[in-house]
């Protein structure tokens, strides 16, 4: 597997606007788009920072992992985000190394690939491996 950068750094919050307003009026990063990602029950605010980018990500529906988080934390970082050259490829050699995947299949969203290691394996931390695609 090859890790190509950091793609994202998730940050979990359960007011957008709220949260926007540190991450845009405070530390001056300018927002590039708002996605509402209904696969993932979420609401995500995209922040670039050089080559990778600040996620502020808001469950829109209770229950998810992603409120859970919430819940019990109030909050703060989700998950790391890599990118990598190719998903399918990354997840067997992680399976074959006994690494606890919570996706065992790449989730396919508009223009990219995703899947996430469980924090079990990781030290504690959610990691999400992620694989751009081609624009057809």
């Given at each position: 597997m090859?890790?190509?950068?950091?793609?994202?750094?998730?940050?979990?919050?359960?007011?957008?606007?709220?949260?926007?307003?540190?991450?845009?009026?405070?530390?001056?990063?300018?927002?590039?788009?708002?996605?509402?990602v209904?696969?993932?029950?979420?609401?995500?605010?995209?922040f670039?920072?050089?080559?990778?980018?600040?996620?502020?990500?808001?469950?829109?529906?209770?229950?998810?992992?992603?409120?859970?988080?919430?819940?019990?934390?109030?909050?703060?970082?989700?998950?790391?985000?890599?990118?990598?050259?190719?998903?399918?490829?990354?997840?067997?050699?992680?399976?074959?190394?006994?690494?606890?995947?919570?996706?065992?299949?790449?989730?396919?969203?508009?223009?990219?690939?995703?899947?996430?290691?469980?924090?079990?394996?990781?030290?504690?931390?959610?990691?999400?491996?992620?694989?751009?695609?081609?624009?057809?």
């Amino acid at each position: 597997m090859r890790i190509k950068k950091i793609n994202h750094i998730a940050i979990a919050v359960g007011n957008l606007d709220e949260s926007m307003h540190f991450w845009h009026n405070v530390l001056g990063l300018q927002l590039n788009h708002i996605e509402t990602v209904d696969e993932q029950k979420s609401k995500v605010a995209f922040f670039p920072v050089g080559d990778s980018e600040v996620e502020l990500v808001m469950p829109t529906e209770s229950g998810t992992g992603l409120a859970k988080f919430i819940d019990t934390k109030g909050g703060g970082m989700h998950h790391l985000c890599f990118e990598v050259d190719d998903l399918e490829d990354a997840l067997h050699e992680l399976a074959d190394q006994g690494i606890q995947l919570i996706n065992r299949e790449p989730v396919v969203l508009p223009g990219r690939k995703m899947a996430f290691i469980h924090p079990k394996s990781t030290g504690g931390v959610l990691v999400e491996l992620y694989e751009l695609l081609a624009a057809a």
